[in-house]
């Protein structure tokens, strides 16, 4: 691990010295790039933002772009093709997809009694 030292205005001292040793993880994920475009995220924190009813939590899908790209990133899986970083972007939707079923399957029995 390298030591690097930096100089931080007083009024933040008490505050880092509070994140002791979390403080190399902030700083790794302060300078990384996101696994996905951040319109992925913001169209699904914007949807979840909207207070969806029962309804559209369950007819909620991807956009095109996104399963297009998924498209490509399962073909390329699956001929042995992937790269480090497409790896790591298709667990991303693999995540993002678990939470979504998670999410639909908590109004399953919300819609079930509505029919």
Do not use: W
């Amino acid at each position: 691990m390298t030591t690097i030292t930096i100089e931080v205005p007083d009024e933040l001292e008490d505050q880092l010295a509070l994140l002791g040793d979390r403080l190399p993880e902030i700083l790794r994920l302060c300078v990384e790039e996101p696994v996905l475009p951040s319109r992925t995220y913001r169209y699904i924190l914007n949807f979840l933002a909207s207070a969806p009813t029962p309804e559209e939590i369950a007819a909620f899908r991807p956009t095109s772009e996104m399963q297009e790209r998924l498209r490509v990133l399962v073909a390329r899986s699956k001929a042995g093709e992937l790269t480090p970083a497409e790896q790591a972007e298709l667990d991303e939707y693999e995540r993002i997809e678990h939470i979504v079923i998670m999410l639909k399957m908590g109004n399953l029995p919300y819609l079930t009694r509505q029919s």
